[in-house]
């Protein structure tokens, strides 16, 4: 299956990037390359490095940014790895990061890899296909509470409790190995009358694919990382789906920007941290009408962006 992935805010993204033509820029979660290729298409002397924990992006974003030579270095990592994996090739310092967190469209569009309760495949949900835990791991071996804590607090979904309950039952009967056994599941935990906004399953998927991939974890601990890596003017540019992942980008940038941890009633800092920044978005920049109406899958989508001080 081709590599396909409609790049969300993408000339949102570009304009706050402020690219230079002779700068350094970096995306840390690849896909196929969409807002590569229009940040490659803007330098003269600079380089883009890409990075991606799947194979198939890595691939395909190769593909599909060739034309651009040794302007562009491909690595497979995880973001969380940027510091280093950039470090190794003597960059010290970038002017430019992106990130566009969630799933791909071809990781949810591909049966296979089992993101989607639309499609009867293997429970996986891997975005890194070199890790060993999967979904049908965490289905079928987590405690009744951690599933809970998880469909509750990644999937923000009301009948956690019920959700947990029937999947453990089941699974006690026999393993739970598919994504249409897991929506049965769901299903019936759900009462019928309050399945009607959407498909049952969508937020409790959305957990285990968060857990499995320790997707807020990773943001997290990869934030302050990210902003260290920046040249005085230089701009971290996020995208984020839901809004546990929107809360920790928010408090981050706005940490960096005043970090100061001094009573407000101190006539002067004695803390002794200093900004690293400053917050470019007060409120997250949305998608159009336009760019709505072409992919619903960008209605969730916020743009928040974080530029580095002297």
Known sequence: MEFRHYSVLLQETIEELHIKPDGIYVDGTLGGGGHAWQVCSRLTTGHFYGIDQDEAA???????????????????????????????????KVDGIVLDLGVSSYQLDTEERGFSYRYDAPLDMR?????????????????????????????????????????VLE????????????NEIIKAAI??????????????????R??????????KNSLNDLIGLLNPGGRLCIITFHSL????????????????????NFPACVCGRKSRGRVITRKAI????????????SKSAKLRVFEAGE
């Open 127 to 167: 975005m890194d296909q070199r890790q060993t835990l999967t979904a049908r791991d965490i289905v079928n071996n987590y405690s009744e509470g951690n599933l809970f804590r998880i469909i509750r607090d990644y999937g923000e979904d009301r009948f956690a409790k019920n959700i947990a309950k029937h999947i």
């Open 58 to 92: 890595i691939k395909a974003a190769g593909q599909r940014l060739e034309p651009f030579g040794d302007k562009v270095t491909i690595i497979r990592n995880n973001y969380c790895n940027m510091v280093g994996a950039l470090a190794e090739l003597g960059i010290t």
């Open 245 to 264: 992942e929107d809360r920790i980008v928010k408090v981050a940038f706005k940490e960096n920007e005043n970090p100061c941890t001094c009573p407000p």
């Open 286 to 297: 949305l998608p159009g009408e336009e760019e709505l109406a072409a992919n619903s899958r």
């Open 171 to 182: 699974r006690a009967r026999k393993p739970i190995e598919t994504t249409f056994e897991l």
């Open 210 to 219: 968060i857990e499995c991939n320790r997707e807020l974890e990773v943001l």
């Open 191 to 208: 009462p019928a009358k309050m399945r009607v906004n959407g498909h049952p399953s969508k937020q409790t998927f959305q957990a285990i």
